[in-house]
C-alpha cells in the first residue's frame, strides 16, 4: 500500500463534515489487491462523520479494486466511475455508497480554477 | 436509407431492416446494442442462399416485432412455395423464433442459413469511425456460437444459441430441414449480450434491482402497469387521444436499469441516445409530472448520486454542477470520451432545481425535498460560483475539453447553433438568455424550498433579492429595444448576439420577462419569421444562419414548442399556446402519433404535411413527453397549495378533452375541458 493511500484515509474524518453532506449512511470495504496480497479498509459513512479502520465486513458495498488503481484516485491521476466501465475495478453491493465515497477523490494534478482561466482569457483579471 | 425497424427495452435496442436483417453499418447505428456496444453487426438470413423479401412487418408492439417473408423478388410473390416468418422480441435479452412454412403439396429439403458477427463497436465509434484497440473472438461451442471482445479487463460477450440443431460455425449457423407437404419446421435463437465484471460475473447481475432477462411477457406486464397509472383521457379530437396513448407507450418503452444505480430511468432516444442525458431527462419529467410523478425520484436521485465534486477539465467537472450525459461503453471507460459522466451543460444544473420544486408542488412529497438539500444548495451555488465564469452576474459557458468536450453547452448544442443576425459567430464564453431564464426560476423556487422546507428563510429572502436583481439585470442587458426582443445570447465582451430564435419562448416559461414585454415575445413566436405553421421554428427564417432542415438552425422541435406553450400560458396567452397545442396534434397525425425528435421548418403552405429531419430519434422521451405537457397547458392544469387548479382553453374546434384521475397531493381529481366550437374536422 502506497504513502498517499495512507495519507488519504486518514485525512477523511476531517473533510467528511464538508463532503458527506446527504442522509444516508451504510458500510463501505475496500480491497487493494497488490500482487497475491489484498489489503482491506472498511469505511462506515454517515451524514457529516466517517469511521476508518482496516477491519474486513460486514458491508454493504464492496469495493475491489488494485493498490495502483487506488494510488492514482487518492491522487487525482484516475476518475473512479470510468475505472468501473473500464472493469479496471468493481462493485458489489450498495452502489450510493460507492458514489458518496468518490467525492471523496481529489481534482487532477495542476487543476486551475475554471473563473480564473476564462477571466483571464476575456481580459477581465486585475 | 432503407426503412428501419426497432424493437427496445430500455437502453437495450436492435435496429434492422424491412426484412429483419442487419448488415454491418458505419454511419447509422443499426445492430443489437445493450448498454452502448453492439453485440450484433450482422444477422442475415437467407433460404437456399438467397435474401427474403418482405411481405409484411408487425411493429405494433415497442419490443415484439414480426415479419413475413418470402423468397425471390416482388414480382415472384404469387407463386412462393415457401414462406418465413420471422418473429424477435427483446427483453435484456433478444430471441428470434423462425416459423418455414412448406406452402407445396410435397416435401421439400430446406437450406436456412444466417450470418452472425458482433464488432462490439462502442455507439461513439459508429458516429466517429474508429479502429478497435481490443481483440474479437468467436468459437463454436455446444448448440451455441460464443462471439466476444476484450481490451485489458474490459470484456463483453454475445452468446448465440439455437434450439433445433444446426451446423454451427463461427461465422453463423445453417439448418438443412426436409418439411413435409404443406408442413412447418421452428428453430428458436436465443442471444445474450453480456457485461463481465472484474471477477468475471455479468456486472448487471450486482444491481439490487435488476430483473435479469426479462421476458417479453414481463415487459408487457410492467408497461400496462405504467399505462394503468396514468390518468385515463377521453376526448372528441382523434390526433390528441392517439399522441397521448403512443406518448405514454414510448415512455414505458424507454425506461432502463441504470447499470451504475440500480434504477429505473427514462433512456433519451433511440438509437443515438439511449442513455441518460440531464437535460432531457429533466424536461422529459417536468412534461411528464402530472401524469407519471413515479418517474421522477430516481431521476432526481441518480442526477443528485452523480453531481459533480471535484474540478475535472476534462469532463467539464465543477462541484455542485448537475451532469449532461452518462455512458457505459469502451470508450467512456477508456477515456476516449468524456462521458463518464460528462457534465458539459449549463442548464442542467438550474433545471434540477426546477425539477425538484415542481415535482413536490405536484406529489406533496417534501421528503426528496428534505433529502436532497444538500445537493439542492450546491447547485444553487454553483449557478453564482462557476457557472459565472466571467463574474458578471450571467450563466457562462465554455469548454475545458476542446478535443472531445462540447463547444455549445445549452439545448441547442451542435456547433452552428449560437450565431449573430449576419450568421457570424461570437466568441467564448457565452451566455445564452434561456440559461438566464431558468438560473431566475431556480432561485425563486429554491426560494420557496428553502423557506417551506429547509427552515432557512434568510436563504430564502437571499434567493429572491438575487433573483429580482437578476431579472432587472436581464432586462436591461438582453433586451435589443428597436428590435423588439431578447438577444440569443451575450458574447464574451457583453454584447449582444442578435438572432431570433425559439430561445425567447423558454423565458416567457421562466418567467423572467417584464410583463409589458411579453406581448411582443409572443408576436414574434407567432409571427412568420419563427412560426411555420406546425410550430415555433429554432431560428427566425431572415437570419443569416437559417436553414429548414438544420439541426438547431430552422427546424421545429416538439419538446421546444411545449415549453413555448407553456411559457405563452403562464403570461396569459391562451389562444396562443392553444395554437402551438393544435399544430402540434395536427403534424403527430403524420407520424402515427409519435412525435419525432424535429421536423424541417419549411412553411406549412409549402409542404401541408410535417417533414421529419433526416437523422432525428425516434422514440425520443421529450417528444414523447410533448403531447402531455400540451394537454396539461390546454387544460390549464395548476396546482395550488393542496389542490389542483382547472382552467381549460380548449383550442377551437378541439371539441371535448377530459382527464380522469389526475394523481398529486390532492388524491385523484378529473378534469374536463371543450372548446366552444365542437369537433368538425
Known amino acids: 500500500m502506497t504513502e498517499a493511500t495512507e495519507r488519504f484515509f486518514e485525512s477523511l474524518p476531517a473533510r467528511a463534515p464538508e463532503v458527506l453532506v446527504s442522509p444516508v449512511s451504510g458500510t463501505l470495504q475496500i480491497d487493494l489487491a497488490q500482487d497475491d496480497q489484498t489489503v482491506h479498509w472498511l469505511v462506515h459513512l454517515r451524514q457529516g462523520e466517517i469511521d476508518v479502520s482496516r477491519d474486513r465486513g460486514p458491508a454493504d458495498a464492496i469495493w475491489y479494486t488494485s493498490a495502483d488503481l487506488f494510488d492514482r484516485l487518492v491522487t487525482g491521476r484516475a476518475q473512479a466511475i470510468s475505472s468501473v466501465f473500464r472493469n479496471e475495478s468493481s462493485f458489489s453491493g450498495d452502489v450510493v455508497l460507492f458514489l458518496l465515497f468518490h467525492r471523496f477523490f481529489p481534482d487532477p494534478p495542476g487543476t486551475r480554477d475554471p473563473r480564473t482561466v476564462a477571466r483571464e482569457q476575456v481580459g477581465r483579471l486585475r | 436509407m432503407k426503412d428501419l425497424v426497432s424493437i427496445l427495452d430500455g437502453n437495450t435496442f ?256 433511440l438509437p443515438w441516445f439511449m442513455t441518460l442525458f440531464g437535460r432531457d431527462s429533466i424536461i422529459t419529467s417536468l412534461q411528464v409530472v402530472p401524469f407519471l410523478p413515479e418517474l421522477i425520484p430516481p431521476t432526481l436521485m441518480m442526477l443528485a448520486g452523480l453531481q459533480g465534486h471535484r474540478i475535472d477539465d476534462f469532463r467539464d467537472e465543477e462541484p455542485g454542477k448537475i451532469l449532461h450525459e452518462l455512458r457505459y461503453g469502451e470508450t467512456a471507460g477508456f477515456e476516449e470520451q468524456p462521458h463518464s459522466p460528462y457534465y458539459g451543460s449549463a442548464d442542467s444544473t438550474p433545471l434540477f432545481v426546477i425539477l425538484l420544486d415542481e415535482y413536490e408542488r405536484w406529489t406533496g412529497d417534501d421528503k426528496l425535498i428534505r433529502g436532497l438539500e444538500a445537493q439542492a444548495r450546491a447547485a ?212 402515427d402519433g409519435r412525435l419525432p425528435e424535429a421536423f424541417a421548418g419549411y412553411d406549412r403552405a409549402l409542404t401541408d404535411y410535417p417533414v421529419e429531419y433526416p437523422t432525428a430519434c425516434s422514440p425520443q422521451a421529450w417528444s414523447a413527453g410533448t403531447p402531455l405537457l400540451l394537454l396539461r397547458v390546454i387544460l390549464g392544469l395548476e396546482p395550488q397549495g393542496d389542490h389542483l387548479i382547472i382552467d381549460p382553453a380548449v383550442p377551437e374546434g378541439m371539441g371535448r378533452v377530459e382527464l380522469l384521475d389526475i394523481p398529486g397531493r390532492w388524491g385523484h381529481v378529473d378534469a374536463l375541458g371543450r372548446s366552444r366550437t365542437p369537433r368538425g374536422r
Not at chain 2, 453499418?25 to 453485440?39: A, C, E, K, M
Not at chain 2, 472531445?404 to 451566455?431: E, V
Open chain 2, 14 to 269: 436492435l435496429v434492422s431492416d424491412d426484412r429483419g436483417d442487419i448488415e454491418p453499418s458505419l454511419d447509422f447505428p443499426t445492430g443489437l446494442f445493450s448498454f452502448d456496444t453492439r453485440h450484433l453487426s450482422t444477422w442475415l438470413l437467407t433460404l437456399d442462399g438467397e435474401r427474403l423479401h418482405p411481405l409484411s412487418v408487425d411493429t405494433a408492439e415497442s419490443f415484439r416485432t414480426r415479419f413475413f417473408l418470402v423468397p425471390g423478388e416482388p414480382t415472384h410473390y404469387l407463386d412462393a412455395k415457401v414462406s418465413i416468418i420471422r418473429s424477435r422480441a427483446i427483453g435484456g435479452s433478444f430471441e428470434e423464433e423462425l416459423t418455414l412454412l412448406n406452402h407445396s403439396g410435397k416435401e421439400t429439403e430446406f437450406v436456412v442459413h444466417l450470418d452472425m458477427a458482433a464488432d462490439f463497436a462502442d455507439l461513439f465509434e459508429i458516429k466517429h469511425a474508429r479502429h478497435k484497440q481490443g481483440l474479437t473472438t468467436a468459437t463454436v461451442g455446444d448448440g451455441e456460437l460464443r462471439l466476444g471482445y476484450r481490451r485489458e479487463r474490459f470484456h463483453r460477450e454475445t452468446v448465440i444459441s439455437t434450439s433445433a440443431p444446426a451446423h454451427i460455425e463461427v461465422s453463423g449457423m445453417t439448418y438443412r430441414v426436409r418439411v413435409g407437404p404443406h408442413g412447418e419446421w421452428k428453430t428458436r435463437l436465443h442471444v445474450s449480450t453480456i457485461v463481465h465484471g472484474a471477477r468475471g460475473e455479468d456486472i448487471r447481475a450486482n444491481l439490487p434491482q435488476y430483473m435479469g432477462s426479462r421476458n417479453p411477457d414481463a415487459i408487457r406486464a410492467e408497461q400496462n402497469e405504467v399505462l394503468a397509472r396514468a390518468p385515463k383521457l377521453g376526448c372528441d379530437c382523434q390526433p390528441l387521444a392517439g399522441a397521448y396513448r403512443q406518448s405514454l407507450n414510448d415512455l414505458a418503452a424507454l425506461r432502463y436499469e441504470s447499470i451504475t444505480l440500480g434504477v429505473r430511468l427514462v433512456a433519451a432516444g
Open chain 2, 380 to 591: 444553487l451555488a454553483w449557478i453564482d460560483t462557476y457557472g459565472d465564469l466571467l463574474g458578471t452576474g450571467y450563466l457562462w459557458y465554455q469548454t475545458r475539453n476542446p478535443d472531445t468536450g462540447l463547444a455549445n453547452q445549452c439545448w441547442k448544442d451542435s456547433w452552428d447553433a449560437i450565431s449573430y443576425r449576419d450568421g457570424r459567430f461570437p466568441g467564448f464564453p457565452r451566455a445564452t438568455c434561456e440559461l438566464q431564464g431558468y438560473a431566475y426560476d431556480a432561485k425563486i423556487r429554491g426560494a420557496r424550498m428553502a423557506r417551506k422546507f429547509w427552515g432557512d428563510p434568510a436563504y430564502a429572502d437571499r434567493l429572491e433579492r438575487e433573483a429580482a436583481e437578476l431579472k432587472i439585470r436581464f432586462n436591461r442587458d438582453f433586451w435589443i429595444p428597436d428590435r423588439g426582443y431578447y438577444a440569443l445570447a451575450l458574447d464574451s465582451d457583453g454584447r449582444q448576439v442578435d438572432a431570433l430564435t425559439s430561445n425567447i419562448g423558454h423565458l416567457l416559461w421562466s418567467g423572467i420577462v417584464d410583463e409589458s414585454r411579453a406581448g411582443r415575445i409572443a408576436a414574434h413566436l407567432m409571427g412568420p419569421r419563427l412560426y411555420s405553421g406546425w410550430g415555433v421554428r429554432t431560428l427566425a427564417t431572415d437570419e443569416g444562419r437559417y436553414n429548414p432542415v438544420g439541426y438547431h438552425v430552422g427546424t421545429v422541435w416538439p419538446f421546444d414548442n411545449s415549453i413555448i406553450a407553456w411559457g405563452l400560458w403562464r403570461y396569459g396567452f391562451r389562444r396562443e399556446a392553444g395554437q402551438i397545442c393544435d399544430a402540434m396534434l395536427a403534424a403527430s397525425r403524420f407520424f
